[in-house]
């Protein structure tokens, strides 16, 4: 398998509706994985239908193997982005706290972030309520949530801003301004910070096929896009790069640091209340679950916003009597959408908020050694070609203690 790196660079405001306040129609904070399939396979077929058409086009299973196939190719979220750096953008997860009147990353006047999963997860079991204050001040901590990278161990925050398009209506029949017929539109801006510097966005797409993933790199390489809506009022332009790179997982080490480093905390733990009657399963192999995108979930034919244990077993493909859910921290929302294809509105769905963390126990963990990277690179629930799913499996900023936050 392949992995496709792009690096999106918007040249004019972005149009990427999430849903519609009165006359307003509100964008998203990034690109969602399903625009970005939407927009590649539109062009394809569409150079397809030119007299002269280009070796990528001609084959006629290459698109049938990219968005049709069993082993369709994963288009990833594209999150803003350094655009100096090639560093991964990440979702906060949704256990991050930061203080209620300087949130933010240590800089300036912010009194940084850390993360509460293993502390509240351990005292929890000693039987003690977990409620952490601001380690700067001692004042108040609440959820800190939003998109961010690390350069060189230091941590930086990822938006992008926006801003409102007033447009008016056109009478088709005349040609000129429709009477009461007035509408906004809010985009995603080209531009920001003093410089004004182009925003830039990066996503992946997996690729089962290494030769199949050249042949898309190469294409993508040799077109213009347009990404969202508004492309006719001059919305949407973009650039796209594209760079082929192997698939590196290191599951098994995350995996492993994550409970050398809970082994610790619960004995800090257990020497101020004092040892629990029960053991807490301190003798279990513990992983956590971290949504990197929004997730579709369904449990015996309902929605629903937790991964069970026989949920995460059959997404795995694994038999493990052993896996416990420990805890889970998930919110929901509601999203629909357009399939261009069909002309038609995509259903309503109930999502699982990216961010969302679910923390797993097993006595079985060389069972999931591979089903760790099965899980990262093949995504949870339904429609993760889209990019629904996307999971982290131990996330590095759980490792981010009260004492030296981030």
């Known amino acids: 398998m392949k992995q496709i790196k792009l690096q999106i660079k918007a040249l004019s405001p972005l149009a990427i509706g999430q849903k519609k306040a009165g006359v307003v129609s509100e964008a998203g904070d990034y690109i969602p994985g399903a625009v970005i399939r939407g927009t590649i396979a539109g062009e394809i077929l569409q150079q397809a239908q030119q007299p002269l058409r280009t070796d990528f ?5 290459h698109f049938q193997s990219l968005f049709l196939g069993e082993n369709a190719a994963i288009f990833h979220n594209a999150y803003p982005a350094d655009a100096n750096e090639a560093a991964p953008v990440w979702v906060m997860p949704a256990t991050a706290l930061s203080s209620k009147t300087k949130p933010g990353f240590k800089s300036g006047e912010n009194y940084g972030v850390f993360d509460s999963l293993i502390d ?3 005292a929890e079991r000693c039987g003690h309520p977990y409620d952490p204050s601001c380690p700067t001040d001692g004042g108040r901590v609440e959820p800190y949530g939003g998109f961010y990278s690390t350069i060189n161990g230091a941590y930086h925050k990822r938006s992008v801003s926006k801003r409102l398009l007033t447009r008016v209506g056109i009478n088709r029949r005349r040609a000129t301004a429709e009477e009461q017929i007035l509408y906004s539109i809010e985009v995603l801006n080209e531009v920001q910070g003093e410089k004004k510097e182009s925003v830039v966005y990066r996503s992946a797409i997996l690729v089962e096929d290494n030769d199949l993933a050249e042949l898309l790199a190469q294409f993508i390489n040799a077109r213009n896009f347009r990404l969202g809506g508004g492309a006719s009022r001059g919305l949407g332009k973009v650039e796209i790069s594209a760079d082929v790179e192997g698939v590196n997982l290191d599951t098994v080490t995350r995996v492993d640091k994550f409970n050398q480093e809970l082994s610790k905390r619960w004995r800090t733990w257990e020497n101020i209340f004092g040892a629990p009657q029960t053991d807490g399963g301190k003798n279990r192999t513990y992983f956590s679950l971290d949504l990197q995108s929004d997730a579709i979930l369904t449990n015996k034919w309902r929605r629903t916003m937790v991964i069970s244990p026989e949920m995460l077993c059959q997404f795995a493909d694994v038999s493990d009597p052993s896996l ?13 959408g357009w399939n261009a294809a069909w002309g038609l509105m995509k259903d309503m769905e109930l999502i699982t908020n990216k961010g969302a963390v679910y923390l797993f126990s097993t006595e079985l963990p060389d069972a999931w050694k591979n089903a760790w990277n099965v899980v990262e690179l093949k995504g949870v629930g339904e429609r993760t070609a889209e990019g629904f799913g996307q999971v982290r499996i131990c996330h590095e900023f759980h490792l981010v203690f009260r004492e030296e936050p981030a």
């Open 57 to 61: 086009s001609q084959a006629e299973n």
């Open 324 to 336: 416990n859910l420990e805890v889970a921290y998930s919110s929901y929302d509601y999203r629909s």
């Open 120 to 122: 509240r997860f351990c």
